[in-house]
């Protein structure tokens, strides 16, 4: 069992240890690392050399719900590293967890190159569980997620009662942690996808399904956050069962995170986030921090196809304590149940501030962009460089809005489930004229997406395919080789 071997290896500092690649089980208590620095890789054809395995180059780890009899929940990595210590993860498929398969204390430093978190915090049994994160739990110190894929992580109780509010980032829960992302993808993480509707057993639902940080500090970039669901909790209306919600959620001071070249797609909040006429967490970008000097900064990214079943919150940004600086991101096809009475892109509250430049709306009006004013208290918008119209992706609005459910009861908007494949497989390239990025190259379109060429005229568009119109382009594909060709110009003289 991988668990006795790590146990009885002595590592020491400095220790490089290789795995081969295929199954392991770990059903024992947890593999605690104290003050060393040490790598952990996985996927190796042989552990006497450096060659991985070519038909599965990873170590798949199965925790097969495991519980002592006691019902304690085990994480399998315990990070206890102090400063100028660090734990490296590599090629590894951590899954089945009851509780967070990585637990992280202390200053140190914990890198994840490769990995694959799935499938975890699933416990069916009636426990309460106070501290945060399905994936990976973190406080203080830092960590570097590359190239990582955090996926289906969420929390079932069965019967019971338990304490609201008690779970929060189902994907990574960060406090107090230094943390930089670099083309991950979250996916599926919160209420299970292949439900139509959470059932009353589904209790406590907590904020940020993806990443709830509390005084932490978030660097993103190539990252995507794809249809995960928010606002867990059952439907009676009780206190104890009250749903928070959110995608991602910053709260405390969170100052200084940025998110370049990211997406939100297809991502959900299934109920009313409201109790008693205290609203919660909402949208796939939430800003609650302590301060409106506090800044999260968004660049070159696309939010698109997010619904929200509730009344009172924005499917796509919530700024409610803080100031978002939004800048050359595409907004397209967001939508809301009748009813909603905010903006379906971006909210923003009383002590908020939102300075946006060269983004693109389908409309400016407040179905789209809402500033709150209570009494003389009023959010803060400044906006520049404003595009308005349809996005025209390749996926287009009204291929989107055919897979989303209109029911009678709450939720009153869902995503088929039936057809989630085709939900998952959603494409944010921009259309083009001039071509845009397919896995088999560039294909032409006969639209032509008023997001190309449409960013910050100072900006950098080096990195982008030409044509380019040397100019930036909006969205998650933005700057990249990635993104949308501009639109053919000039005369074309052929000579026979």
């Given at each position: ?23 392991y ?64 993860l ?24 490769d ?40 929390m ?58 509390t ?86 990214c ?7 079943d509730?009344?009172n919150?924005?499917?796509g ?12 991101s ?53 906006m ?79 990195g ?19 993104a ?13």
């Open positions: 069992m991988l668990t006795n071997y790590l146990v009885a290896a002595n590592l020491k500092n400095g220790d490089i240890v290789r795995l081969k690649s295929g199954h089980t770990a059903k024992i208590a947890p593999v605690s690392f104290g003050n060393i620095t040490l790598t952990i890789s996985g996927g190796y054809a042989g552990t006497d050399d450096d060659k991985l395995d070519e038909n599965y180059p990873y170590s798949d780890i199965d925790f097969a719900n495991y519980k002592d009899s006691n019902t304690t929940v085990y994480s399998f990595f315990l990070c206890k590293a102090k400063a100028g210590y660090s734990l490296t590599e090629r590894l498929q951590l899954r089945g967890a009851r509780s967070a398969p990585i637990y992280k204390l202390n200053a140190g430093a914990l890198h994840l190159s990995c694959h978190i799935i499938s975890n915090g699933w416990r069916n049994y009636t426990s309460s569980h106070s501290n945060g994160g399905r994936g990976i739990h973190a406080e203080n110190g830092s960590l570097t997620l590359s190239k990582c894929k955090i996926a289906y992580n969420g079932y109780f069965g019967s019971g009662s338990v304490t609201a509010y008690s779970d929060h980032g189902y994907g990574l829960y960060l406090n107090g942690t230094s943390t930089r992302l670099t083309d991950c993808t979250f996916i599926g993480n919160g209420a299970k996808i292949s439900d139509e509707a959470p059932v009353a057993s589904l209790r406590g639902g907590g904020r940020g399904v993806a990443i709830y940080a005084g932490a500090k978030v660097n993103a970039e190539k990252c995507d956050f794809i249809c995960n669901r928010g606002a867990l909790g059952s439907y009676s209306g009780t206190a104890s069962n009250q749903a928070e919600g959110g995608i991602v959620v910053f709260v405390g001071n969170c100052n200084g995170s940025t998110f370049t070249n990211c997406s939100w797609v297809a991502n959900q909040n299934l109920r009313d986030v409201q109790y008693n006429g205290n609203t919660y967490y909402g949208g796939v970008l939430t800003l609650d921090m302590s301060s409106r000097d506090y800044t999260v900064s968004v660049d070159k696309t939010f698109a196809y997010n619904i929200t509730s009344s919150a924005a499917a940004i919530d700024v409610r304590n803080g100031t978002l600086n939004l800048s050359n595409i907004f397209a096809g967001n939508k809301a149940r009748d009813g909603n009475t905010l903006g379906v892109d971006l909210v923003v509250r009383t002590n908020g501030t939102a300075n946006v430049e060269y983004c693109l709306f389908s409309s400016k009006g407040n179905t789209n962009i809402t500033v709150e004013e209570i009494g003389e208290d009023k959010g803060i918008l400044s520049k460089g404003i595009v308005e119209g349809e996005a025209e992706l390749a996926t287009d609005k009204a291929t989107a809005s055919a897979l989303v459910k209109t029911r009678t009861k709450k939720p009153y908007l869902v995503y088929d489930p039936e057809k989630i494949d085709e939900v998952l497989a959603f494409d944010v390239h921009a259309r083009s004229k001039g071509g845009r990025w397919t896995a088999d190259g560039f294909l032409k379109d006969k639209v032509h997406s008023p997001s190309i060429d449409a960013g910050d005229p100072d900006a950098s568009y080096g982008e395919p030409k044509p380019h119109g040397r100019r930036l382009n909006l969205g998650r594909y933005g700057g990249t080789e990635e949308s060709r501009s639109r053919p110009t000039g005369l074309r003289v052929m000579i026979r």
